[in-house]
């Protein structure tokens, strides 16, 4: 992975851990229900091994760019049902936050499913 690319890709992981850790705070301050908390906790800590997986993928590990452009692109879908569902124990300032979050993912899921950068790790794995 290039610099320029593991840049954008890592800038858009740290927003997405820092708007995560931003959730608990206001959970904390206002009040959450075990849902936010347990999703929070969550998001916060896929996003935590999202940044060590791009770490690890700008190193050349096949197998981190694959988990990492994995769960960059299903992680989007997850939290469609979860800003879709009526009753599902989150508030409206979460479901938006989490829609944030899963523009932020579909993004990187973009840029790492490119063809050029699939084909560069096409045959590596260190």
Request: charged share 15%; no cysteine.
């Amino acid at each position: 992975m290039d610099n320029k690319l593991y840049a954008w890709i890592r800038a858009l992981f740290v927003t997405v851990l820092v708007i995560s850790i931003a959730t608990l705070g206001t959970a904390a301050l206002i009040g959450g229900s075990a849902a936010v908390w347990i999703r929070g906790t969550i998001v916060v800590v896929i996003a935590a091994l999202l940044i060590a997986l791009a770490r690890r993928s700008r190193r050349g590990s096949r197998a981190a760019y694959r988990r990492m452009r994995l769960m960059s692109a299903v992680a989007p879908v997850a939290i469609v049902v979860i800003v879709a569902l009526p009753h599902d124990g989150f508030p409206a300032w979460m479901k938006v936050e989490q829609a944030v979050v899963g523009l932020l993912l579909a993004v990187v899921a973009v840029l790492v499913s490119r063809k050029a950068v699939r084909r560069a790790y096409a045959g590596t794995d260190h």
